[in-house]
């Protein structure tokens, strides 16, 4: 480089100092910005359920591991919200009401495909109590659901069948959210389909990843990804927040 054009380098990057930009032309503080949430965000925490970790009915591969993760997020915002699968026994979500049919098998219900469970987070149940280690004692809202015996019901908003609501969509509404974060079990399933259903119903959302554990059956993960990824919804980090 020779000196004259080290010398217009150096006064384009003061420049761009004295104008409060990065080198690459973006407000400093947004190059360098955490995520700080405030009065309008809210963090859904789905199904941190003991039937979801190591010993439950339906365990997720190291869903434990996110309890202290996701105790520590949650100090940082205002409006939390947890979620618990509540099934009846029977429900038509599980393998053992189909005759002949196995847990993972796909069948057609009148609401449309759906996976058959084994048998898990029947309501009252231990299997169904959240993960004794998750501590958010400020969390303001618990939204069961699959409670309807004849339609199942992964997302926080919506039932399977994407009419029947749960009411969270109205509440959040009322109290002046605009955006969620989304993090707990599983990130395919009812993560997702929560995540999906915030952006639908006109919420900007964000699933944090390494908050949640995915089940991953027949490529569900990377379809779940690659599905949040088409309607908006941002894939961020723990680390991320301040």
């Known amino acids: 480089m020779n000196p004259t054009t080290r010398r217009s380098v150096l006064a384009a990057l003061a420049a761009l100092a004295a104008a409060g930009l990065a080198p690459d032309g973006l407000p400093r503080a947004f190059a360098q910005a955490k995520i700080r949430p405030g009065r309008t965000d809210a963090l859904i925490v789905v199904d941190v359920q003991n039937c979801f970790i190591p010993g439950g009915t339906l365990p997720v591969q190291k869903g434990d591991e996110i309890v202290p993760l996701v105790n520590d997020l949650a100090k940082r915002f205002q409006l939390v919200v947890l979620t618990q699968d509540w099934h009846t026994p029977g429900h038509i979500s599980f393998a053992s009401t189909h005759a002949g049919k196995k847990p993972f098998e796909m069948v057609k219900l009148p609401y449309g495909d759906q996976v058959l469970w084994p048998d898990h987070c029947v309501q009252g149940s231990p299997d169904a109590e959240l993960v004794k280690g998750l501590s958010i ?78 089940i991953d059956t027949q490529g569900s993960l990377a379809k779940a990804w690659a599905q949040m990824k088409t309607k908006g919804v941002r894939r961020v980090q723990s680390s991320e927040f301040a």
């Open 137 to 214: 004692p400020h969390a303001q809202l618990v939204i069961r659901k699959g409670h309807n015996a004849k339609v199942d019901s992964y997302s926080a908003f919506l039932e399977a069948d994407n009419v029947t609501h749960t009411g969270l969509d109205g509440y959040l509404k009322t109290r002046g959210v605009k955006s969620v974060y989304v993090c707990g079990l599983a990130t395919d399933f009812c993560v997702a389909w929560t995540a999906l259903d915030a952006r639908n119903l006109g919420f900007g959302a964000a699933v944090i990843e390494d908050a949640c554990r995915g």
